[in-house]
């Protein structure tokens, strides 16, 4: 099931689809804060996305996360011991982004919950 999600998620992030794979992956509590955001605003957010998608550089960053997300099926998650939190630990690569800054590789904990029988992306 959660490998299924991570190629899902790892391809929504490699084409900038940030809004749908919040639609589709955050928890119901996290949708509702979203779904909070005036319908201005998400055209902003989702304009605002497709812009960074449009910089090279920007696609650097996409296709690097996307990879790394892609590792997570490689591993096996930490699980809670009710079974229903999954952690794992992602190494990113180092990044140069856009605005000259560079990124050290580090390692990201990936969080994901499950709700009435399906798996969320947990905001941490």
């Known amino acids: 099931e959660l490998n299924v999600m991570i190629d899902d998620m790892a ?4 084409t900038g689809d ?7 992956y955050a928890s119901p509590a ?3 804060r979203v ?3 005036s ?16 910089d090279p550089a920007m696609q650097t960053v996409f296709a690097a996360e996307a990879q790394a ?8 998650p930490e699980l809670n011991a009710a079974g229903d939190q999954a952690t794992y630990h992602m190494a990113m690569p180092a990044l140069t982004m856009p605005n000259g800054q560079n990124v050290p590789a580090q390692t990201q904990t990936v969080m994901f919950q499950k709700v009435e029988g ?5 905001s941490q």
């Open 11 to 14: 391809t929504m992030v490699q």
């Open 30 to 32: 996290d949708k509702n």
């Open 35 to 37: 779904s909070t955001r």
């Open 39 to 54: 319908p201005e605003q998400r055209a902003a957010l989702q304009q605002s996305m497709q812009q960074m998608l449009a």
């Open 18 to 24: 940030m809004m749908g794979m919040m639609e589709k």
């Open 118 to 122: 399906q798996w969320y992306l947990k």
């Open 69 to 76: 997300m892609q590792s997570l099926k490689d591993q096996a």
